[in-house]
């Protein structure tokens, strides 16, 4: 029975990578979409693993948004082909096709107006599940429109960015659920992405490639450590001496506050936004970028500098 259940966890990561690989690889819509559902299908084995209620509650939010956001794609390719003949990627140019195409992809990585599902299913899952569905899946949608951002409704694609970073800053605000607040941060962080997009590609692969090196240690940290709330993390300082600093940093880092690895991805996107004469977008993003401080100083304040209720009976 152990070698059955390995070898179908053996199968199932193997076909969540291969799917995102065939989607990041393809030149045709249809393999594209192909890999998304591979994907896809993987990915809600992966979630369902823990019978519980609530896990199979994520799963089927997981799966209608997903599923709905995969069949927007192919409708936004089918109006394409009909327009232009071409099932090509990169040949994407009918305006009407390229906007559906846009928010189906907004759909897929859980970026404002359509963010309701990812709080919700990282909450249903396990702290590995909740890392993978914040990192791994994010890969082919942002491939995707990396190959065809230069048809992409530009003002549209900031909207969605803004949006996405002011609900990730005040979602998060709210949240005492360390896994709810690490989707926000998610949120958060695609909208920094969206809003250079189109601007700059190349910096946005670097903000999202960056976010996916910082965001892992972080998961690990706090699935080693047990937390699931922010409550945990009080007692952390006496339990854990070691990691509790690195998840401090970790935070920090994500917060995007220098010296740390998460300033440069933003100094670069508010540099290249004031270059373009976009000064009130990059006053608005580093605006909203102290929201989400705020809640990650929160944690970070909780987790090293407060100790927690001494409960055991002390002599008078």
């Known amino acids: ?32 979409w192909a890999g998304l559902e591979l994907n896809m299908l993987s990915m809600l084995t992966i979630i369902m693993k823990p019978k519980t209620p609530r896990t199979t509650e994520a799963t089927i939010k997981y799966f209608l948004t997903q599923a709905i956001a995969s069949t927007m794609m192919i ?29 189906a992809m ?47 409704p530009p003002k549209m694609m900031m909207m969605i960015g803004i949006t996405s970073t002011i609900i990730g800053g005040w979602g998060g605000i709210n949240q005492t659920q360390l896994r709810k607040l690490m989707a926000y941060s998610s949120i958060s962080n695609i909208g920094w992405t969206m809003t250079i997009f189109t601007i700059s590609p190349h910096t946005a692969m670097l903000n999202i490639i960056l976010y996916m090196i910082m965001i ?44 740390l690895t998460g300033f440069t991805p933003k100094l670069l996107i ?24 705020f809640f990650y100083l929160r944690t970070t304040y909780i987790t090293t500098m407060t100790t927690p209720p001494i409960t055991t009976p002390s002599p008078m």
């Open 1 to 32: 029975l152990l070698v059955v259940n390995n070898l179908t966890q053996l199968t199932i990561t193997f076909n969540l990578i291969i799917g995102t690989i065939i989607t990041a690889s393809s030149h045709h819509w249809l393999t594209a």
């Open 75 to 103: 409708f936004a390719s089918t109006i394409n082909a009909t327009q232009t003949g071409h099932w090509n990627i990169s040949q994407m140019t009918d305006k009407y096709a390229c906007t559906m195409l846009l928010l």
């Open 106 to 152: 907004t759909m897929k990585v859980g970026a404002a107006p359509i963010y309701f599902w990812l709080p919700e299913v990282m909450q249903g899952t396990t702290m590995t599940t909740a890392l993978i569905i914040a990192s791994w899946q994010k890969i082919a949608p942002i491939t995707i429109l990396f190959m065809t951002y230069n048809n992409l």
């Open 216 to 259: 892992t240690p972080t998961f690990m940290l706090m699935k080693k450590m047990s937390l699931k709330t922010l409550q945990d993390s009080t007692t952390t300082w006496t339990s854990s001496p070691m990691t509790g600093p690195l998840l401090t940093l970790m935070l920090l880092s994500l917060s995007g506050l220098p010296p």
């Open 270 to 293: 508010l540099n290249e936004l004031i270059m373009q004469n976009l000064t009130p977008i990059a006053t608005a993003m580093a605006m909203t970028s102290l929201i989400s401080l």
